[in-house]
């Protein structure tokens, strides 16, 4: 099989598992979200791990921990590029851990953006269905999938997990020429 062709077969293999992820992640997010819209009050708390966690209705025009509440339009364009990033930096990556890491953070910040739009009543003003209260804060899976996804991208940091395919790079500095010529041998001019 030709290099191109190689290369053009494990990008369908990335977005596929991109792809997965996304409907996946999205998926669990929207039902989870639906059943707390369906099941749960903004009165009552439903305690799970008691002085830990409970269940309580709560509709956040913010960000995290209802930061920018009054600016719920900008996170929504701020989400919108994130996503689009997201998408051009799958298709970039030749790593598959980097791919599961964006399709993470993707359906963490498509989820939130998802209800912005789908419960706005203005320019993305949606406010985002959140349930899981932890005492100090309340949120839903897809602020779950986003923490796992930053944490993720943090250890792949950390670890120095390339991003893309470092062999295949061209190297500055007249590195590659060195490099050829390692692979050949010295020239005799």
């Not at 930061?67 to 996170?75: D, E, R």
């Not at 986003?146 to 940091?157: N, R, S």
Request: hydrophobic share 55%; proline share 3%; glycine share 10%.
């Amino acid at each position: 099989m030709s290099l191109q062709g190689n290369s053009a077969r494990r990008l369908r293999m990335r977005v596929a598992v991109f792809a997965c992820v996304t409907v996946v992640a999205l998926g669990i997010d929207q039902v989870t979200k639906a059943l707390a819209l369906a099941k749960l009050s903004t009165l009552d708390s439903v305690p799970v791990i008691p002085g830990i966690l409970s269940l309580r209705l709560l509709r956040n025009p913010g960000a995290s921990l209802g930061l920018a509440s009054g600016y719920t339009w900008v996170i929504s364009l701020v989400a919108i590029v994130a996503c689009l990033a997201m998408i051009v930096m799958v298709i970039r990556t030749s790593s598959m851990v980097w791919t599961l890491l964006l399709a993470l953070a993707f359906s963490g910040a498509m989820g939130n953006l998802i209800d912005r739009v789908v419960y706005a009543q203005g320019f993305l003003d949606g406010k985002v269905v959140d349930f899981l209260d932890y005492g100090w804060s309340v949120g839903n899976v897809a602020d779950i999938i986003l923490m796992v996804a930053g944490v993720g991208i943090v250890l792949a940091l950390f670890k120095g997990i390339p991003f893309g395919d470092e062999a295949a790079a061209p190297h500055e500095d007249g590195q590659e020429a060195a490099v050829a010529e390692q692979a050949v041998g010295p020239s005799d001019s």
